[in-house]
């Protein structure tokens, strides 16, 4: 799906394709470079570009007569903006046909936008066959030996996560880092679980901590309810206006372990807001009660001309991405299962089992994985994160329904994930079907294995099947260097590495 600023824009004059092996065609029948422009629905320098340069009529006409332009989001394509994105949104790749590199830049007026195309039409017909070769898979080496795997597994690793955790650790405004200020829900679940099975407070503290600032600061949405998805600043004062169910899903469920751990019913309360801003905001209210899955996010756009760093949020108006996720959605539907059973809620666990039950059966592809996004028909299948979070997520209704149903689309999902995204040298994969350019490649990536290993973990205990431990292990056991460079994204492996130990 192609979408452009909701601001008056004639970006649709140019003649765009979406990602795909057409669009690389194109470009090499027509020996033309490609220019790939990756936005996101929410970012208002993407809505700029839509508003500017891609409405000015010298761009428009060398972006048709001179180049391929392939147009994609971050949302509904993450394994592109994966390979690609450089310092954020939007982000702008020139590629021969083949998917040799030329260039990447970021926002552009229509000037500098306009330049900068002349020069790469110009340095691509001059030099096209002196650029560097574009990313080719390499020979899968020997399947490693199955019953050896588990000595490579490092358990100190557990606790080295926990103090590059805790290094990172703003101990004045909760959080990581210095600068920018994410919730980052897995890093504050893994410390949560760090604190249930060793009892160290701080561990719970930080998280406590954390979720006081966000719920106090300027990040939560007091008119709208719902909080933003970063701040600028660390203090959490400087917020970015777009609110993502992802990021929802995740801190509601920070909210529910944090209240079973302490007790504190603050946190509870918290978690009663979330689901009311879910259910009031991201969700289809056709009728008398929210039904159905959520919506992708609530985005706040700026008026026409305003400069998205200057402009008065005050004056911003919602629109929704009414996109559904399937990633996403499953977390929302882990996390309303929770709630319904703390916040004794029985219409939770019903909007849940509803959210899972849709996935299931208009989000997968023919060959039975699931897809990452639906907007009328199911896009993008194949995708890691899509299978595995939709697994734990009939785990936990399996649990919460007590119908074996859920517990063998889990296993199917579980099955899909060896069948198809299985990295002979260890781990999985992040995409089960290889494309053009980089995404010949498929990557093995800490944050999704963590995640899958988590996955098969809990399908292991649900069904008694020790395949699945083997299949944890094969995971886990693809990362044993020094874990401290991936920061906040080692989480999730670092609490699959303690349950599997």
């Known amino acids: 799906m192609i979408r452009y600023s909701t601001n008056p824009n004639t970006a649709d004059r140019i003649r765009w394709r979406e990602w795909g092996p057409e669009a690389f065609e194109a470009a090499r029948e027509q020996d033309k470079p490609l220019m790939l422009f990756i936005g ?300 319904a059973r703390v916040l004794k809620r029985e219409e939770l666990k019903d909007r849940a089992i509803g959210v899972l039950d849709f996935l299931w059966t208009n989000c997968r592809s023919p060959e039975g994985s699931m897809c990452h996004y639906f907007d009328g028909e199911a896009h993008a299948p194949g995708l890691l994160t899509d299978q595995v979070y939709t697994g734990l997520a009939m785990l936990d209704a399996h649990v919460a329904a007590g119908d074996a149903v859920y517990l063998d689309r889990a296993l199917h999902l579980g099955e899909g994930v060896i069948a198809a995204h299985t990295n002979p040298s260890g781990g999985y994969h992040d995409i089960a079907h290889t494309g053009p350019a980089h995404l010949r490649v498929p990557l093995t990536l800490i944050a999704e294995n963590g995640l899958a290993a988590r996955f098969f973990l809990k399908i292991a205990e649900a069904s008694g099947q020790d395949k699945y431990r083997r299949a944890a292990d094969s995971a886990l056991s693809a990362f044993t260097g020094d874990l401290a460079p991936y920061g906040v994204y080692a989480a999730n492996y670092g609490r699959a590495l303690d349950e599997f130990m």
């Open 40 to 339: 996101a629905f929410w970012c208002a320098f993407c809505q700029r570009m839509d508003e500017a340069a891609f409405s000015n009529e010298e761009v428009a006409a060398l972006l048709n007569a001179y180049f391929v332009p392939v147009r994609c989001e971050d949302a509904q394509r993450p394994d592109v903006d994966a390979r690609y994105n450089q310092n954020g949104w939007p982000t702008i790749v020139f590629m021969a046909p083949a998917g040799e590199p030329i260039a990447t830049v970021n926002y552009l007026d229509p000037e500098d936008f306009a330049s900068v195309l002349v020069r790469v039409y110009t340095a691509y017909h001059e030099d096209k066959d002196n650029l560097p070769s574009p990313p080719t898979p390499k020979a899968a080496p020997p399947a490693p030996d199955a019953t050896a795997e588990e000595d490579k597994l490092r358990p100190a690793a557990f606790a080295e996560i926990s103090d590059v955790l805790m290094a990172m650790a703003d101990d004045v405004n909760g959080g990581f880092g210095p600068d920018h200020r994410f919730p980052h829900p897995e890093a504050l679940d893994f410390l949560l679980y760090r604190f249930e099975t060793g009892g160290e407070a701080r561990y719970l503290d930080h998280v406590a901590l954390t979720l006081d600032k966000l719920r106090a600061s300027a990040t939560w949405d007091e008119r709208g309810g719902g909080f933003f998805r970063y701040s600028s600043k660390p203090d959490w004062s400087e917020p970015h206006r777009e609110k993502l169910l992802e990021d929802h899903a995740g801190v509601l469920g920070n909210c529910f372990y944090l209240f079973r751990l302490s007790g504190r019913d603050k946190f509870r309360k918290i978690a009663e807001e979330i689901v009311d801003y879910l259910d009031a905001t991201l969700s289809n209210k056709s009728g008398s009660a929210p039904k159905g899955p959520f919506w992708g996010c609530e985005d706040y756009v700026r008026p026409q001309g305003d400069d998205p760093l200057l402009a008065d949020p005050g004056n911003w108006y919602p629109v929704i991405d009414e996109i559904i996720y399937t990633d996403a959605n499953a977390r929302a539907a882990s996390a309303y299962l929770e709630a």
